[in-house]
């Protein structure tokens, strides 16, 4: 079987602004940083690893046609985090999905830093992992979506953006959320 060649859109492979970078390359770059963490946040938030790998390719087509568009280039880390955010939403809505373990695939997601662990080892993280759920399931659902995009390494302006929230609100929310977190571990 021959290779088939797919040429992009020769707009995109014209700079974009002052600097010369292409939308092209502005897609690559934000996408080697983001995709795996942006993939992370979509399980947290409860979707399964095919659907998280689905959103994150459409969050970076989405990307892509934005740029093409002229879009605003600043805080495009959390516009894709928005954009995810906002397409698990709507497949979640439209299949009425029940409510499901935000924390099911957690294992999937360390499979890469895996490693042969004793019975004792074992036990001890699944109880670990037990009492982290535990104690996630107390927090209000603004409280977990701040820590969870907090954990991504989101800031509290980034975070304000995709949940679109104050930047004050974001910060009541991550801080309360700690302190219930370290009262219930």
């Known amino acids: ?14 700079p974009d602004d002052a600097d010369g970078v292409s939308s092209v390359d502005l897609v690559l770059e934000h996408y080697d940083r983001e995709q795996l963490p ?11 690893v095919e659907t998280a790998r689905e959103i994150v390719q459409e969050c970076f087509l989405r990307l892509h046609e934005h740029l093409l568009r002229g879009g605003d280039q600043s805080q495009l880390r959390a516009w894709l985090y ?13 299949f009425h999905s029940a409510k499901t373990d935000r924390f099911a695939d957690a294992g999937e997601m360390n499979s890469l830093a895996a490693k042969e662990k004793s019975v ?3 036990l001890l993280a699944k109880e670990q992992v037990a009492a982290f759920h535990q ?12 820590l969870i995009l907090r954990a991504q390494g989101l ?3 980034e975070i304000a953006d995709v949940l679109k ?7 009541e929310n991550v801080q309360r959320g700690l302190d219930r977190l370290k009262e219930s571990m």
């Open 1 to 14: 079987m021959q290779p088939v060649d797919f040429a992009l859109p020769a707009t995109a492979l014209t």
């Open 38 to 48: 942006l993939r992370r946040y979509l399980i947290f938030l409860g979707a399964d």
């Open 82 to 94: 928005r954009v995810g955010h906002n397409l698990l939403r709507n497949t979640q809505s439209a």
């Open 120 to 122: 004792e080892e074992d």
């Open 135 to 146: 104690a996630m399931a107390q927090l209000s659902a603004a409280q977990k979506d701040c």
């Open 155 to 157: 800031k509290y302006r």
């Open 165 to 171: 929230l104050s930047v004050s609100t974001v910060a």
